[in-house]
């Protein structure tokens, strides 16, 4: 404690204080904020599941979209979209929604479909919307598998039908009014299958008789890949190109050697004198 | 002595040949001011030559090819995968060449350095007025370099044609062929056809790696040698007048130093080199015209033109069977075209203005120079949001602003911003010139508080040191302009100040030499010490036309006409 | 002849006007500066020999000079390690994968930079810690030459200009003159074959009347039945122009698939199959591929400056700097329930040009 009352009025006192501060602030929110697992479903429907996904849609879901899914002011009908769609929404957290925002952000799964009953929650709430009217089904694992897949033609793919929205290599991008198309570094194969065949919020859909299971699954293999790829080169950046270069351009490099600048002329003797 | 016998040696047989003692002793003992600020065109310098000595590495191994060729190297996500040769050259050179990697990431951290040690060292210039006469031709120079230095950074990004440099090269395309009566022809003769053809990375290559970088090398060798010749300016201080340089000589110590910034420059470039990736084209993908990513943006020192591009509004004229595309050459043009022809206008606009065509070798401090400072300032505003709107869509996703909402703010503040900046920086610059005067009045704060008998406390304070006195007290103070309400005894102004345009440049003057007065103000000294640099307020001298009764019909020697 | 002086010639200051005369030593050898100096030392048995140096021998704190020696000292070797170790590396470590790339490049760069920055930072402590601390004046030398200096030039200069007759005979002037003009203006006349001209080809695509629509990268025709769903998009381009990319750059189509009920005028229906509509992807503004796709919107936006169109209404702008909407490809179903074009493009489509209209 005296080593730092000693040092209190150390010209870089100010500085080391606020360093601690934001250090313990930044940390601090990315302990107490997790990130949502995704669930990978197995068991057919029944009748059993229908009900109990009634059930739960009924107390997670209805209140926006209608007790008989066909949607509300604030959210729309989800008679035909699939079983997919809910499975996608619900699994990566963004469904139930808490606000009513231009996006719907992944975020932690909630309380009946987090946990060990999660998959099953999610399951049979997916089970129930496909009973209503049909619509994609959730993509089986041997669907979504990228073993065997061409990177290189998923690149291809994804660069022409995907990267004007997700970025090169998905991560990320600005829509208008204040959607945005997220990155896609976490996002599972089942979650991009599904995303691909039911084209959440504003993102288009992609059915498979246009874009094939193998082109989707092409495309998969090239996101998981670039997701899981080193960067040779150094720190990313972001991967956003030459914005974040520009800003370490300047603010790092020319810095730097400002810095270097300001020792070499130093006086000698050095202390400036008013 | 080694020495000695060295000098014997070699020094003979070179003086033998080339007469040299005489010439570098001078070059030995040329005395160089110290301030930081003045490496920031070494900083230029040598980026350039690390630039050179990279991109030789380099052209060792690029292709400057756009034939099509599909990839089986050593990146395996993109095996089977069709590309210009230009661009598997670049995969090569990145993966398949030991350190191939690293120069081509110094290579482009030097290229950004370059640059942004351009523009530091160019608004050094500037605010310091070390563009005034004799270096108006110095001045010129960089501007040129400045424009070719981001000719040379597009054209050469643009060789490994990846998708993102492509798309760069889609939108010059656009922009030559909105060009009226003339864009279709220089859009194809420089495409060698339809975008994207097969000629364009040939022919950039060869512009980037020769001709270019000749024109670089030439120019900044002549602005070396007018710096040289001329000798550096110097920061003002105690000894330091327009008529010596006070500093170190060249030899040893600028010349140590100099190699010391040289080493630490590439240094750090390398460090950059090691841990921050920079354009990773193995994830831009190769070229394709049917395609495009979100987040697209040119490197920074295009940046503003991207910004003027997207905050221009949708406007363009079809007459007679021709179209004006006012939306697409407009914002090409004229924002970067007002600035540089602003900037290369100015020394003379300000000789013109202030009247001062004297020679200034010590530089002036930001403050004493208000209106040249906040005119810096306001165009500096202009041309960074117009950079920060390049940026937009980046932006907009990263700190949730939507994304039109950002081009709206743009398209306000491109024009607010500068006014309130001008007003802002006037207004602090004269602030601490008031503070400068109050220091020397007053002197500097000890820290030390006595007690006085009476009771109260006061802070001693003890008179500044003569380095900062000379630092402060420095002025150049422009000459007095003939006021144009002065007339000569015939009632006729000065020729200069004549007619609307001597109007404005006495009104002008007042704006541009709006300063501070150094000498206390008498009373108290907390006068408000904001007078103008100029003495030409006062009534003009009463007009005598020899004849009391002058009712303008008079004669004989009441009429005095000028000479 | 007149002499022509040296540069040890007469003193004539710089001035602030040319009538100023005043006066000042050329050189001013070691003198420190007023008041707060730091003197150069002068230690009193160098006391006869200062007049003699300009700079001094010695740095001022021998005992700190001695600690910088052997700090610059191991920073050299230090570097020299870094650069045998940049070397070693280089030999060492293999390329051709991402991981071995990403070790190659920590190696080699680390020790490069280590290299460069250890010889710089020693560099810097030797001038500041063991040379000593100078700081010397010199005048400078007018920059105005001096009025003998100038009178002789011009001098040497008329009395070339006369003895080359260049300004006595101005029919020589004014053929010369004329001569050089075709020579300049010859290499910009070089240039005519760089390209083609221009031509129609910009008013044209590929699309003719039948020509198939087919999937981008893949080739696969497009089934009328297999694009039904109601906010899904494709990017289409001719039939058999996959590898040409100069077609591509200005053929290339964006297929929407609306709700029939949503198109509006000014969309063209005829042009229209059951909702699937096809807009040219090429930006009107400056040809950057729009490929952006809101589905709950229907609205297309370019990436690159933020135009944005809206597909139900003809792709008109609603947003953005470009000025015109994206051309609307006449399409239709052939015999076989494929997607086919019903002509070209009705309009010239990317960005605008002079001769457009």
Not at chain 1, 219 to 245: D, M
Not at chain 3, 257 to 285: D, F
């Amino acid at each position: 404690m005296r080593w730092i009352t000693a040092r209190r009025r150390h010209p870089a006192a100010g500085y080391a204080v606020v360093l601690l501060m934001l250090v313990a602030l930044g940390g601090g929110y990315a302990f107490l904020t997790g990130s949502g697992a995704a669930a990978a479903p197995v068991s057919g429907p029944s009748s059993a599941t229908i009900a109990k996904g009634a059930d739960l849609f009924a107390r997670n879901c209805a209140t926006c979209h209608g007790l008989d899914a066909q949607g509300t002011s604030v959210a729309p009908s989800l008679i035909g979209v699939g079983a997919a769609a809910v499975d996608f929404q619900v699994s990566t957290g963004r469904m139930p929604a808490k606000q009513n925002d231009a996006e719907n952000a992944r975020k932690p799964l909630a309380p009946d479909f987090a946990g060990e009953d999660g998959p099953a929650n999610i399951r049979a709430v997916a089970d129930y919307i496909q009973s209503l009217a049909g619509g994609p089904p959730i993509p089986t694992p041997a669907q979504v598998s990228t073993e065997g897949a061409d990177v290189g033609r998923g690149q291809e793919l994804f660069i022409e039908n995907c990267a004007a929205c997700h970025n090169f290599v998905g991560a990320g991008g600005a829509l208008t009014y204040g959607k945005y198309a997220p990155a896609l570094n976490q996002s599972t194969p089942a979650e991009i299958y599904e995303a691909m065949l039911t084209g959440p919020e504003a993102m288009p859909n992609f059915s498979d008789s246009t874009l094939t299971p193998q082109s989707k699954r092409d495309i998969i293999a090239y996101v998981t890949q670039k997701s899981s790829e080193n960067n040779p080169g150094g720190f990313s950046l972001g991967r956003i190109g030459p914005v974040t270069e520009g800003l370490v351009a300047f603010l790092g490099i020319l810095f730097a050697v400002i810095l270097s600048a300001m020792w070499i002329v130093a006086k000698q003797h050095g202390k400036t004198t008013r | 002595m080694s020495i000695e016998r060295g000098l014997e040696g070699v020094g003979t047989w070179l003086d033998d040949r080339f007469h040299g003692a005489k010439g570098l002793r001078t070059f030995f003992r040329k005395i160089f001011p110290d301030h930081w600020t003045f490496l920031l065109g070494e900083i230029a310098l040598y980026s350039f030559v690390i630039l050179l000595l990279t991109g030789t590495f380099l052209t060792f191994f690029f292709q400057p090819s756009m034939t099509s060729v599909t990839y089986h190297g050593s990146y395996v996500p993109l095996h089977g995968v069709r590309m210009s040769e230009a661009y598997a050259s670049t995969l090569n050179i990145s993966f398949d060449v030991r350190g191939g990697l690293l120069m081509r990431q110094i290579h482009h951290w030097a290229a950004d350095l370059f640059m942004a040690a351009i523009f530091a060292h160019m608004l050094r210039i500037f605010f310091t007025g070390a563009y005034r006469k004799p270096r108006e031709v110095n001045w010129l120079i960089g501007i040129v370099l400045l424009t070719l230095g981001l000719l040379e950074g597009l054209f050469g990004y643009s060789l490994p044609d990846d998708l993102l440099s492509g798309a760069g090269l889609r939108i010059l395309e656009g922009v030559l062929q909105s060009i009226p009566v003339v864009g279709t022809y220089l859009a194809y003769f420089l495409f060698g056809g339809p975008f994207p053809g097969h000629d364009i990375v040939p022919r950039l290559y060869i512009l980037h790696v020769l001709l270019i970088p000749g024109l670089i090398l030439a120019l900044v060798t002549a602005h070396l040698f007018i710096m040289f010749h001329q000798k550096h300016t110097q920061m003002p201080g105690p000894g330091r007048t327009d008529r010596n340089v006070v500093g170190a000589p060249m030899y040893p110590y600028f010349m140590a130093k100099t190699g010391a910034f040289f080493f630490f420059i590439f240094g750090v470039l390398a460090l950059a080199a090691t841990f921050a990736q920079i354009n990773p084209v193995w994830l831009y993908g190769p070229y394709t015209p049917i395609a495009m990513s979100a987040g697209s943006q040119p490197d920074f020192y295009m940046g503003m033109l991207e910004g003027a591009l997207r905050v221009m509004v949708p406007w363009e004229w079809n007459v007679a069977g021709h179209t004006f595309s006012f939306n697409v050459f407009l914002p090409a043009l004229v924002p970067l075209g007002a600035i540089f022809t602003l900037a290369a206008l100015w020394p003379f606009l300000e000789q013109w203005i202030t009247g001062d065509r004297r020679e200034h070798h010590v530089n002036d401090r930001p403050r004493n120079a208000p209106t040249r400072t906040a005119l810096g300032i306001a165009v500096v505003t202009f041309y960074g949001i117009l950079w920060a709107e390049g940026a937009n869509d980046i932006l907009a996703d990263h700190f949730a602003v939507p994304l039109y909402l950002t081009t709206r703010i743009a398209q306000v503040t491109m024009f607010v911003g500068p006014v309130v900046a001008y007003f802002l920086t006037k207004r602090i610059c004269l602030g601490l010139q008031r503070k400068d005067a109050h220091l020397l009045e007053h002197g500097v704060e000890t820290g030390i508080i006595r007690q006085l008998p009476n009771g109260e406390y006061i802070e001693e304070t003890r008179p500044v040191s003569e380095e900062k006195r000379a630092a402060l007290v420095f002025r150049s103070k422009p000459p007095g302009l003939p006021s144009s309400g002065e007339e000569d005894e015939n009632g006729v102004p000065a020729p200069e100040m004549r007619g609307a345009l001597g109007k404005v440049r006495a009104r002008l003057y007042n704006i541009v030499t709006e300063s501070v007065e150094l000498e206390p103000s008498h009373g108290n000294g907390h006068g408000d010490g904001h007078g103008n640099g100029h003495g030409a307020d006062h009534a003009p001298a009463a007009v005598t036309s020899g004849e009391p009764t002058g009712t303008g019909s008079g004669t004989g020697e009441g009429d005095q006409h000028g000479p | 002849m007149t002499e022509i002086n040296g540069p040890e010639g007469p003193e004539q200051p710089a001035g602030n006007t040319p009538d100023e005369a005043a006066v000042g030593p050329r050189r001013v050898v070691g003198t420190p500066p007023p008041a707060q100096a730091r003197a150069l030392l002068v230690r009193p048995e160098d006391e006869e020999k200062a007049p003699d140096r300009e700079l001094p021998s010695e740095p001022d704190d021998l005992i700190l000079a001695k600690k910088a020696e052997k700090l610059v000292a191991s920073l050299f070797i230090l570097a020299m390690l870094a650069g045998f170790g940049f070397i070693a590396a280089y030999i060492g470590l293999e390329v051709h994968s991402l991981d071995a790339v990403l070790r190659s490049n920590l190696a080699l760069g680390l020790s490069m930079a280590v290299a460069f920055l250890a010889l710089g930072a020693g560099a810097v402590i030797w001038v500041r810690h063991l040379m000593p601390e100078v700081e010397l004046t010199e005048a400078r030398k007018p920059l105005r030459s001096s009025p003998e200096d100038k009178a002789a030039f011009k001098e040497t200069f008329t009395e070339g200009a006369d003895a080359s007759q260049f300004v006595k005979r101005p029919i020589l002037r004014r053929t010369l003159i004329a001569a050089t003009v075709p020579v300049a203006v010859a290499p910009i006349v070089l240039l005519r074959d760089m390209g083609p001209l221009p031509g129609t080809s910009l008013r044209h695509t590929a699309w003719r009347k039948g020509t198939r629509l087919v999937q981008a990268v893949t080739g696969v025709p497009v089934l009328a039945t297999d694009f039904v769903t109601p906010g899904g998009i494709l990017t289409v381009v001719p039939e058999g122009t996959l590898s040409d990319d100069e077609e591509l750059a200005k053929s290339t189509v964006l297929l929407i698939k609306l709700r029939p009920e949503q198109l509006e005028k000014p969309t063209v229906m005829n042009w229209t199959v059951n909702g699937t509509v096809a807009y040219s992807k090429i930006c009107t503004h400056l040809g950057c591929p729009a490929a952006l796709y809101e589905q709950t919107t229907h609205h297309i936006l370019c990436p690159c400056h933020q135009s944005t169109f809206d597909a139900a209404r003809g792709a008109a702008v609603i947003f953005g700097p470009a000025a015109r909407p994206l051309p609307q490809l006449p399409i239709t179903t052939d015999s076989e329930g494929y997607l086919v074009a019903q002509s070209d493009f009705h309009e010239p489509v990317g960005p605008s040009f002079w001769e457009r209209g």
